[in-house]
């Protein structure tokens, strides 16, 4: 229950294609949703996070679409850029914790 | 403003040696996490600290993983033996207070070790 199941483990993209992430949990307490992005070498940054109340959110080029009854979310990157190659995972928080359950990360290359 | 600071960025230590991996947080930031990161995986919570308090340490092997926070800022992290097993990133975060409101966690760049 206190897993987050995160898919594709890779994917490669053609620049300005739009990768879709994709997560899906079980824990019908987790109130929180970000995505971390993490360079080689480097700790993982916070991008965007949702809130199971809304349905999406949009910072710039990075969109988090959830569906609360399917327990799924999910990050879309529009325009791709090769600079946006890293690794990114999901994860979730259980609400009144701090605690944060990460996905199993996603390997995004997007070629020039 | 200055992010999270760790060290050593690097440790190869042979199985049954011990390690020690230090952290220090954004200045002002009341909780501290540990996660250790296997290769090809997301972090996983070894222990979460509210100030110099333990919140969460189940899943910190205690036999051999040990932590702490004395003053409420600066951190370690101690294995002692150390496994084939530990070899992976361990990543220190921090973030504000729980009453602050504000729930995003910082991570520093990870200490990478190498149990040989």
């Known amino acids: 229950q206190q897993q987050v199941k995160q898919s594709p483990q890779s994917l490669i993209v053609q620049k300005g294609g739009i990768p879709i992430i994709n997560c899906a949990y079980e824990n019908t307490a987790f109130d929180y949703f970000p995505w971390y992005q993490q360079f080689p070498g480097k700790g993982p940054a916070l991008l965007i996070a949702?809130?199971?109340?809304?349905s999406e959110k949009k910072e710039g080029r990075f969109t988090i679409s959830f569906n609360k009854s399917a327990k799924q979310f999910s990050l879309h990157i529009m325009d791709s850029q090769p600079g946006d190659s890293a690794t990114y995972f999901c994860a979730a928080r259980r609400q009144g914790a701090q605690k944060l359950v990460f996905g199993q990360g996603t390997r995004l290359t997007i070629n020039p | 403003e200055a992010g999270v600071a760790q060290s050593p960025r690097y440790k190869i230590i042979e199985k049954r040696q011990s390690v020690a991996f230090w952290c220090n947080p954004i200045s002002g930031h009341a909780t501290l996490y540990w996660y250790q990161q296997i290769l090809g995986q997301g972090p996983k919570l070894l222990i979460q600290?509210?100030?110099?308090?333990?919140?969460?340490d189940s899943q910190l092997p205690k036999d051999r993983f040990s932590a702490e926070r004395l003053k409420g800022v600066d951190s370690t992290l101690k294995i002692q033996p150390a496994k084939l097993e530990d070899s992976a990133v361990y990543l220190c975060?921090?973030?504000?207070?729980?009453?602050?409101?504000?729930?995003?966690?910082?991570f520093g760049p990870g200490t990478r070790l190498l149990v040989l």
């Open positions: 949702i809130r199971p109340d809304v």
């Open positions: 975060a921090s973030s504000l207070a729980w009453t602050s409101g504000s729930e995003t966690q910082y």
């Open positions: 600290f509210q100030n110099n308090g333990v919140v969460d």
